[in-house]
């Protein structure tokens, strides 16, 4: 039987970088320069470890070692996204790589629309849960060797870690928001319909990253936290028309916030 894909990055992963850090982190657009933070820099570009490579602006596909705070860290710095039409095995393969390497616990962030409109740009929300409207599961033609076949996703996002986030957030005086994601396919943004159904139904931000890896990692039973880095208000609920050029700028307001409180967690989870 051949290696799973993952596997083998994970193996080409241990041979280039060594042990895993206990603490992974998957960067979002627009979010990349955060490795920039990290000292003791070690990076190796995705093609070299048998990570696919992403077609989207403002996503490098590299994996930096470093330590945050003395503590060390991974990052991958670049993803994959479903609307680019690559397998979902594709799409997943980075993290379950990660928890393959033996990271204990990932961090995922994204860009993420506004659905209720007390959210502004430059804000951060953790994510309680998610609705997965993207029409695929990472999941599907699976292979029973990485986890349940069925895996239960009542934990999906980590309860623990998430009441840590909002602790240290509060100790920092970071506004830290909590609530549902919706994961749409795109690469199109929502309909001003579509962005009032997902507001009814609950979901407080809207993107299209994190929730096949959610699904991914619950599956291998790696706890994973997962935060929104809000760039715009949804489709029809702001002023002007939606462009990706947003999220760059939004992630230059939240971005220092977020690595202060990736630093504190990361040093609390030493
Ligand atoms: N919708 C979906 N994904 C997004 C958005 C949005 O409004 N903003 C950033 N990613």
Do not use: C
């Not at 990076?43 to 590299?62: F, K, N």
């Not at 994959?80 to 033996?102: I, N, Q």
């Amino acid at each position: 039987m051949t290696t799973a894909p993952f596997r083998e990055a994970a193996q080409a992963i241990e041979r280039t970088l060594g042990p895993a850090p206990s603490t992974a982190v998957v960067l979002g657009s627009g979010l990349g320069s955060l490795v920039d933070k990290a000292r003791h820099r070690r990076a190796v570009p995705y093609a070299e470890i048998g990570l696919p490579v992403t077609s989207v602006s403002g996503h490098a596909g590299t994996l930096v070692t470093g330590r945050l705070g003395g503590v060390p860290v991974a990052f991958l710095s670049g993803r994959l996204h479903a609307y680019e039409g690559r397998p979902m095995e594709e799409v997943v393969r980075a993290v379950r790589a990660m928890s393959a390497w033996g990271v204990k616990r990932i961090v995922l962030t994204s860009a993420a629309g506004a659905l209720d409109p007390t959210l502004s740009p430059g804000e951060l929300l953790v994510v309680e849960d998610h609705l997965n409207f993207m029409g695929r599961n990472p999941l599907v033609g699976g292979d029973d060797s990485l986890g349940p076949r069925f895996p239960d996703l009542s934990r999906a996002y980590d309860p623990d870690l998430r009441a840590e986030a909002l602790e240290l957030a509060a100790a920092l005086g970071t506004t830290l928001h909590s609530g549902i994601l919706a994961g749409m396919l795109g690469p199109s943004y929502e309909t001003p319909a579509e962005v009032r159904m997902l507001a009814q139904l609950g979901a407080r931000t809207v993107g299209m990253s994190t929730v096949p890896e959610a699904i991914a990692l619950a599956q291998m039973g790696t706890p994973v936290i997962a935060f929104s880095m809000i760039s715009n208000l949804a489709s029809g609920l702001g002023d002007g028309q939606l462009h990706h050029s947003e999220v760059k700028v939004a992630a230059d307001e939240a971005g220092g916030r977020l690595v202060a409180l990736l630093q504190a967690l990361v040093e609390r989870w030493a």
